[in-house]
């Protein structure tokens, strides 16, 4: 398939390090671009060493986000390598992809400005922590700092208890796909116009995109939002519940669903009283409402319980741990966990296909320098 996917033939340069900016150049490799890791010297990538578990001698983390992968490693302060690299920018890149501090570039000698004033055709995508202007714009940042600073955390976490972090990089993640898409689009703008660009992203501004919802209805007059542990503010009931043998995540998202919930549960007296007869009421009485619900699913077993809410059409699923996670025949059915060739360990792939088709992992990722003959032949053939 490797002749169909949309970017093959692109050629991407990445400088940078840690999750967002080499998650956004995986997306890139499994689209079908050549990517071009460029590492500091030395151990390179911090990325490589945030394990256990490691796989052939790096991080399995690393392995996730830098599968097929071309790897260099350079020191921006020499000017020799930082000159090959310009010269493999104009040559030969479609993209430049980089992470590092704002400015850093541009003392490097590898601007924006002085590359496009050169190709005006080349993508570059900055990722950074606050964004490219105001006053956090030089301030380092790491995904719970992130949470932390959006009001995503204030939200996350059991009433009365302490906020707490989302336990995955949604940002860094998050912000690698806005990058890859950011670089798409310039692309396909380039396509008209001939025009690249620079596309600007940050953790902090995909934090504040996952927050359109609770930060929209606050502007809107709505009360400062609320913890409400595996629920949410203005939909009820929509979130765990204990059974007599584990939990179960009940979206009953409208007043019919409740309505048939209630049903199932043996308690149409909740569904007629007033307090809970529309979303807007329950979400307000949630209080009285969930203790309500509660009592009637503890004496429920779990499999009795999801085929009775099943057959009902009422969504609901068993909570599940990560290994019964990748044990679900869903999973399996949709292809998405692939073998990194050539590494013992498998990872996921693209959430997405085309013409029914999910783009394999691109390769394995690099080791070290493992391509630096591409940095050394630019650097020797340079005038």
Not at 304 to 315: C, D, N, Q, S, V
């Amino acid at each position: 398939m490797a002749e169909a996917l949309p970017l093959a033939g692109r050629y991407a340069v990445e400088i940078g390090h840690s999750l967002a900016g080499p998650y956004a150049g995986a997306i890139l490799a499994d689209l079908g671009a050549t990517v071009l890791k460029v590492e500091s010297l030395g151990k390179g990538d911090h990325a490589r060493d945030w394990g256990p578990p490691f796989v052939d001698g790096d991080a399995a983390l690393f392995h996730a986000v830098n599968r097929g992968k071309l790897s260099v490693t350079a020191d921006l302060r020499d000017p020799a390598t930082v000159a090959a690299l310009r010269r493999i920018i104009l040559e030969r890149a479609d993209i430049l992809l980089q992470n590092l501090k704002v400015g850093a570039l541009e003392a490097a000698g590898l601007g924006a400005e002085s590359l496009l004033a050169e190709k005006p055709g080349l993508v570059i995508c900055n990722i950074g922590a606050f964004g490219r202007t105001g006053p956090k714009r030089s301030a380092p940042g790491y995904d719970p700092l992130i949470q932390a600073a959006s009001g995503l955390m204030s939200i996350n976490g059991h009433p009365g208890a302490a906020p707490a972090r989302v336990p995955v990089a949604l940002n860094d993640l998050g912000t690698g796909v806005w990058a890859a898409l950011g670089i798409c689009a310039a692309l396909l703008r380039r396509e008209g116009d001939g025009r690249g660009g620079v596309v600007d992203v940050s953790l902090y501004e995909t934090a504040l995109a996952w927050m359109t919802v609770p930060l929209s209805d606050h502007m809107a007059g709505g009360p400062l939002p609320r913890r409400y542990g595996s629920g949410v503010s203005n939909i009820v009931p929509y979130q765990t519940f204990d059974a007599t043998d584990g939990t179960l995540l009940i979206a009953a998202g409208n007043d019919l669903l409740f309505a048939r919930l209630c049903a199932v549960l043996g308690a149409p007296e909740i569904a007629a009283d007033t307090r809970f007869t529309t979303n807007g009421a329950r979400a307000t009485n949630r209080e009285a409402l969930i203790p309500l619900l509660q009592a009637r699913v503890a004496d429920r077993r779990l499999a009795e319980l999801t085929a009775a809410l099943e057959a009902a059409g009422i969504p609901c699923g068993e909570v599940a741990d990560v290994a019964q996670a990748l044990q679900d025949p869903q999973l399996a059915a949709l292809g998405i966990i692939g073998e990194l060739p050539g590494r013992a360990m498998r990872t996921v792939g693209l959430p997405l296909s085309f013409d029914g088709v999910r783009p394999a992992l691109a390769g394995p990722a690099p080791r070290l320098g493992e391509h630096q003959h591409i940095l050394d032949e630019s650097r020797k053939d340079a005038p």
